[in-house]
Structures are given as structure tokens and as C-alpha cells.
């Protein structure tokens, strides 16, 4: 279903970022989180959710009711997979790993499992399996 949602996503010149199914008090609620290269707009996600809707119709992503909802991840988001830690390079970063060591700096590149970063002292070197928490954020 992933791969039918990405199609979708990309057909409006987007990425797809991640699914997730949440609980919000007696409502389950799809989201999908998309994003887009200049940002996303509430147009961009009104129109992929138009197209979204009946394809989720005939292959329903949930037992039961639920609403749908297609947003960005926003500016400061979290980094779990390998394609996400890909759709920030030259992002700032955070990084907590399993050591408890704390990471702060601009994402430089991912080459298979490993990524660089720049910090104010180096471009330093982590294994994906080393991290324990990443995100991005922005310098208000």
C-alpha cells in the first residue's frame, strides 16, 4: 500500500514521507506526511488527500472508521528511516546516540548505513544502527 500512496504522492511532484495511524481520543486518524521541495501548501495537501481518498476506499488502511489527513512533517521533525535522514542533507540536525553523546550540526551526506555530519568542529562520521534519536530543527 506504501508504494500505491508514494505513486500518488509523487504524481503531484512530492516525496512521500511517512505513514502513521494514530489514536486521537475516540477518532483513528491516517496521516500521511509529504514533502516537497519549496515546502508543502494546504493546496498541495487538499489535492493529493482528493486523490488519496478513493484509492483508500477500495484498500481501507485501518479496520473500521477513520479520517484522513496529509500534512507536512514540518520544519523540525523526526528522522527514523534512511530515506528520511535523505530528504534533510543540508539540514540541521540533532542526534542522541546510544551512548548518550549529543550531536548537533548540518547533515552532509548518507552513504549506505553511515551519515555525516558537520559540526562546529569536524564533519563527523555515525552508523544509522548508533543512533538512538535524530531530528532536524531550525534556527529561530
Not at 500521511?32 to 487538499?46: F, P
Not at 539540514?91 to 552532509?108: M, P, R, S
Amino acid at each position: 500500500m506504501e508504494d500505491e500512496i508514494s505513486q500518488i504522492v509523487e504524481s503531484y511532484g512530492a516525496k512521500l514521507y511517512g505513514i502513521e495511524t494514530v489514536k486521537e481520543g475516540q477518532n483513528t486518524i491516517f496521516r500521511v506526511y509529504v514533502i516537497k521541495e519549496g515546502g508543502v501548501e494546504l493546496d498541495l495537501c487538499a489535492e493529493i488527500s482528493r486523490e488519496l481518498s478513493p484509492f483508500l476506499d477500495i484498500n481501507p488502511p485501518v479496520n473500521g472508521s477513520y479520517y484522513l489527513e496529509v500534512s507536512s512533517p514540518g520544519i523540525e521533525r523526526k528522522l527514523k528511516t534512511k530515506k528520511h535522514y535523505e530528504y534533510s542533507i543540508g539540514e540541521n540536525v540533532l542526534i542522541k546516540l546510544l551512548d548518550g553523546t549529543k550531536v548537533q550540526g548540518v547533515l552532509k551526506e548518507v552513504v549506505e548505513d553511515r551519515i555525516k555530519v558537520e559540526t562546529n568542529f569536524a564533519v563527523e562520521e555515525y552508523d544509522l544502527s548508533d543512533i538512538k534519536t535524530a531530528r532536524t530543527y531550525f534556527d529561530w
